[in-house]
């Protein structure tokens, strides 16, 4: 520690709506802390997302401690700027003190407490809460290095629209939201789409009149929690479920685009001398897919029964996922005329700026519930974090509140046994705080 | 017993195959397996293979006796038909993974078996493999598997069953995707 350290109880890093609803709980409890942000409020939302894209929840759940959707379309879906501006207008509603342009290089342990290192200041504090998201870096397999040189290569967090791809064939890998919206957005441009499958999670939009986010809210599957989830860390590394928000609310799956005309193959195995290799597995991953959403179904239809909701349409049940018995196994790029492959294969953290021993053999935070094993240090803003809502915007509502308490409980202990071993280095009073 | 609810006994020990799992997720380097095979040629098409060791957890194991087996090809194509060919020893070893994966899900639902059958039949044009035809692959053009299951689930649970046994077969990985192979000589 070369320069001094202004001393704070709580860092929180990141300026998402999951930090600033925690930054909220922490106002609440008059806990002083700071909100580091390596960008300006809500950096992600507005710089790593493709130009089309809606929130997949409609707004009438977007709601974060102490506000809520106000609009005239609770039934709508957010742009990425609407996103951008709701999460702003909540920093300014809740006084959020946040400190923008702000890079944390480092955290690590510091007596008792952490340093956390940034770009700019230093920090001393006794707790932190990392709400830097799940999703920094996107995924990219391993194949990716055998790609033929003469096919582009994107991933969803530099994507921004067809017109960015020349016109040849495009490659989609992965099958998440992402990849089917993708897929779809660039089989609408003209261009000719193979998808590549692996395991997916299929949802219609709307069932029985009612959108998807209001089955799973009013029957109770957001507020799963860890004790109800079957295997946690599956539940945490599901792909997200194939939904779009758009005006006319419709639905989008396998079968929708294979309507279109895009081809549908296995996950990809491997690329050798420019031929992908796909997995034969491809009905398999379709028919675990169908039969996970009709047991979703199956509840939606068992809760309204008991639940006697009068102006429901009749249950349904959506055809079966089309898989063609020729899928193909393998491509030639070169002779197939890809010009791109979209890399929608998922995203991870970026911690690597977090030097405390925290992180498995993947790198991901070993946590139980957003409490890490080192004192004072927690994390927010994760799939599943703490119950299945914990993966969209609302989901940082109790999230926050439990948490926070956590923190509370954290710092009075702290304070018992003194601050002596934080070496604040003399600059301890309040932080400018902007 | 009369109307006493016996408890689903598949024969398969899923706790202590969760509790494996929770274990090597704390220790990914136990996880490691290496599994091995010896074959050595005895004459014509006719070899016998050998399984014995192999290591996982971090050290060496033994089957508790060694297993062999006997690989020939049938008398239609000139040989002695002294063993199963390789590629049906194959789809014995998809057909029992499979299996082995029905049982262990099924204990895990708690789903009593009664009975499991798996018939594999995997098409195989053979110009592929006497070259006679550079289009056509040596290997299975298909593979199809059926299972005939009795057991106390309904339809749907026992397709959800042989679906879930897909996912988590080694063979069934091992067929469905690209595996890179190096070949060497000692």
Request: glycine residues 8%.
């Amino acid at each position: 520690m070369t320069t001094s350290a202004t001393h704070v109880p709580t860092v929180i890093v990141g300026a998402g709506h999951a930090g600033l609803a925690m930054s909220r709980r922490l106002t609440e409890r008059a806990i002083e802390h700071i909100v580091l942000e390596r960008g300006e409020v809500a950096n992600s939302w507005r710089t790593e997302r493709w130009e089309s894209l809606r929130l997949l929840t409609p707004n009438w759940q977007c709601q974060l401690p102490g506000m809520r959707y106000s609009g005239h379309d609770p039934d709508g879906f957010m742009t990425m700027a609407d996103v951008a501006d709701f999460i702003t207008t909540y920093a300014a509603t809740i006084s959020a003190p946040v400190s923008t342009g702000t890079t944390v290089t480092r955290i690590a342990r510091h007596g008792r407490g952490y340093l956390v290192e940034t770009n700019r200041e230093h920090w001393t504090c006794s707790s932190v809460v990392i709400a830097s998201g799940g999703s920094n870096i996107a995924n990219v397999p391993d194949a990716a290095t055998e790609v033929p040189t003469a096919i582009a290569q994107v991933t969803p967090l530099t994507y921004r629209s067809p017109s960015d791809l020349d016109d040849r064939a495009v490659l989609v890998v992965g099958a998440s939201a992402t990849g089917v919206q993708l897929a779809d957005e660039i089989n609408r441009s003209g261009r000719s789409v193979t998808i590549a499958v692996g395991e997916h999670v299929r949802m219609p939009r709307n069932y029985r009149g009612r959108d998807v986010f209001w089955w799973m809210h009013q029957t109770g599957v957001l507020d799963e929690g860890l004790d109800d989830v079957d295997d946690i860390v599956r539940a945490r590394h599901l792909p997200s479920p194939q939904l779009i928000g758009t005006h006319e609310h419709r639905s989008i799956d396998l079968n929708t685009l294979t309507e279109r005309g895009v081809e549908m193959v296995g996950r990809l195995g491997l690329i050798s001398e420019g031929v992908a290799k796909f997995s034969g597995s491809l009905a398999n991953v379709c028919k675990l897919a169908d039969l996970k959403m009709n047991r979703l179904l199956d509840r939606f239809d068992d809760w309204s029964d008991a639940a006697t909701i009068a102006d429901l349409d009749p249950p349904t049940r959506f055809d079966a996922t089309r898989v063609p018995s020729t899928a193909r196994l393998d491509i030639d790029l070169v002779e197939d005329d890809i010009g791109t492959i979209v890399w929608a294969t998922g995203f991870r953290p970026d911690y690597s700026w977090l030097d405390v021993p925290v992180l498995d053999h993947r790198g991901r935070i070993r946590h139980d519930g957003g409490v890490t094993d080192a004192p004072g240090l927690y994390v927010i803003g994760l799939n599943v974090l703490r119950r299945r809502r914990s993966s969209y915007i609302n989901g940082a509502e109790r999230d926050s509140e439990e948490l926070s308490a956590l923190v509370a409980r954290h710092l009075d202990a702290t304070n018992r046994v003194g601050d002596a071993s934080l070496d604040t280095t003399g600059t301890s009073q309040h932080a400018g705080i902007t | 017993m009369t109307d006493m609810k016996t408890p689903v006994d598949n024969g398969v020990n899923t706790d202590a195959l969760l509790g494996a799992r929770e274990a090597l997720t704390s220790t990914p380097d136990a996880a490691e397996f290496t599994w091995t095979a010896h074959c050595a040629w005895v004459g014509g098409t006719f070899s016998q293979t050998t399984v014995d060791g192999f290591s996982g957890l971090g050290q060496e194991h033994h089957h508790k006796a060694p297993y062999s087996f006997d690989a020939d090809h049938p008398e239609c194509f000139a040989s002695e038909d002294r063993g199963a060919t390789p590629p049906e020893i194959l789809l014995a070893a998809l057909a029992s993974c499979l299996t082995a994966g029905v049982a262990s899900v099924a204990q895990h639902r708690e789903i009593q078996l009664r009975s499991v059958v798996a018939t594999v039949e995997g098409k195989m044009n053979v110009l592929g493999i006497l070259g006679a035809d550079p289009d056509i692959r040596n290997g299975f053009s298909d593979i199809k598997v059926r299972f005939d299951i009795d057991a106390d689930a309904t339809a749907e649970d026992i397709e959800a069953l042989v679906a879930q046994s897909q996912r988590r077969s080694a063979v069934y990985d091992i067929v469905t995707n690209p595996t890179r192979v190096a070949v060497e000589v000692g």
